[in-house]
């Protein structure tokens, strides 16, 4: 079974900065295929797409509220992407999420188009 693993999160307050990794050891399929995208959950709200890179095309897809504060990058060899956070805000406070898909279109928003999920890391952003 895929499994990803998604770490980096913790506590900091806002205005500061954290970097989270998602990785896929031992990863089956050619990492450099696939979209990894960031989604997050807030606590009483629904799951959102943060961010996205498509290793296949190597588009990134950014969410309205994080665009110009976070960056998503990837380094395929280590079968890794990483989420850069800056500016953190209090709004920020959620469990973040990394999935991995093969992705065709634009659609990276939507969590459907994702096969393989890691078990969260919690930022909380807080003064």
């Known amino acids: 079974e895929v499994q990803l693993q998604a770490y980096g999160g913790g506590s900091v307050r806002p205005r500061g900065s954290l970097r989270l990794s998602c990785t896929a050891p031992g990863f089956p399929y050619d990492f450099g295929d696939y979209a990894i995208a960031w989604f997050r959950q807030a606590p009483g709200k629904e799951r959102e797409a943060v961010s996205c890179?498509?290793?296949?095309?190597?588009?990134?897809y950014y969410a309205d509220s994080v665009k110009g504060r976070y960056t998503i990058s990837s380094e395929n060899a280590k079968s890794t992407v990483y989420l850069q956070m800056n500016s953190l805000k209090p709004e920020d406070t959620a469990v973040y999420y990394c999935a991995a898909g093969l992705l065709y279109g634009d659609s990276w928003y939507t969590d459907y188009e994702y096969d393989y999920w890691g078990q969260g890391t919690l930022v909380t952003v807080s003064s």
């Open positions: 890179i498509n290793n296949g095309d190597s588009k990134r």
